[in-house]
């Protein structure tokens, strides 16, 4: 899955939601007693393309920002971090950017109270999606919460369209936010129709359970057996401190389990497992070790205070994978 075999500018794409993170600086209490918050570049695309460039891959980004404070800050975070943001629209119509504050109660007991509504990243239109940058691409990384409305919605299945005229392999990083989506219905529909579309799927059991509008949890087996159906090629499932598995459409079963560490919070763990698992297989490991670059990079993120500034480098994950202590912030 090498981009430089196809000769692509970029290792990967991301699109969707960049906003910003206020990770609560007072730990061990609720969010009522909280009175100071750090401010990050947050939103899972943005995370997952931030952990890539961290990793050394070649990153883009296509989404839309707005014409502030906070969008300024995204763009020149973004782009102090190595991403190419060119395919970065500023938004004209007076839409805000994203807000996320964080709860951190305990290592076990985390929240996020998000400001979601009239956002700017949801208003990406079709035609601010670039087809030859997303030709450009080894890979296009989607996140599903970039599908919650219109015109995001649209914008992203054209992207998608892109990417399947050019040979670019699809990620869908499941990435589902109950508070953008109208009903379960929706949600399945619009999730199904990327997944069977793309490559790789990415996410957690809950993630497919909702994704097949299920009412009781899903098993494994059944969920790579209709998207086999269809164009994946890897699928992915997260179980949390059980571990992930991966499965391939020729039958192959691969288990990474989690790593101990000490855990601060719990959020930011996906976006930094989808970029650690992307990296090592755009560097041409194989799906087991994939696996563990994404459960390691995943358990040295939550150790950590931010989401998008605790990305770790390369020689962090492999020491964690070796048994070497990983510094926690």
Not at 160 to 182: N, S
Not at 261 to 281: C, N, P, R
Request: hydrophobic share 40%; charged share 25%.
């Amino acid at each position: 899955m090498t981009s430089e075999a196809s000769g692509s500018k970029f290792d990967l794409i991301a699109i969707g939601r960049a906003c910003i993170d206020l990770n609560a600086t007072e730990y061990n209490r609720p969010m009522e007693e909280t009175m100071t918050f750090t401010k990050y570049v947050g939103g899972s695309p943005a995370n997952i393309a931030i952990g890539s460039a961290k990793l050394g891959l070649r990153a883009g980004f296509v989404g839309k920002i707005a014409d502030d404070q906070h969008g300024r800050f995204i763009r020149g975070y973004m782009e102090r971090a190595g991403i190419d943001v060119s395919g970065l629209t500023v938004d004209t119509e007076g839409h805000k950017t994203g807000l996320a504050f964080t709860e951190i109660k305990s290592p076990d007991e985390c929240s996020i109270l998000m400001y979601r509504d009239d956002v700017a990243d949801l208003y990406l239109r079709p035609d601010e999606v670039d087809e030859d940058y997303i030709r450009r691409a080894g890979m296009l990384v989607v996140s599903g919460t970039a599908l919650a409305q219109s015109p995001s919605r649209e914008a992203v299945l054209t992207a998608v369209q892109a990417a399947k005229k050019h040979g670019v392999k699809i990620v869908f990083e499941l990435d589902y936010r109950p508070y953008t989506w109208k009903t379960p219905e929706e949600t399945a529909v619009y999730y199904s129709l990327v997944a069977e579309q793309a490559h790789i799927v990415i996410g957690t059991r809950d993630e497919y359970d909702i994704m097949e509008n299920a009412v009781v949890g899903g098993a494994n087996e059944a969920t790579t057996a209709n998207l086999f159906k269809h164009a994946p090629e890897i699928v992915v499932i997260k179980h949390g401190v059980e571990g992930s598995y991966a499965y391939t459409r020729e039958g192959g079963t691969f288990r990474a389990h989690a790593y101990r560490t000490q855990v601060l919070k719990t959020f930011g763990a996906g976006d930094s497992y989808a970029s650690a698992f992307l990296y090592a297989l755009i560097r041409g490991k194989d799906l087991e070790t994939a696996l563990r670059y994404g459960s390691a990079s995943a358990s040295i993120v939550v150790s950590r205070h931010s989401s998008s500034d605790a990305m770790p480098a390369v020689e962090e994950i492999e020491a964690l994978i070796a048994g070497q202590p990983v510094p926690h912030a």
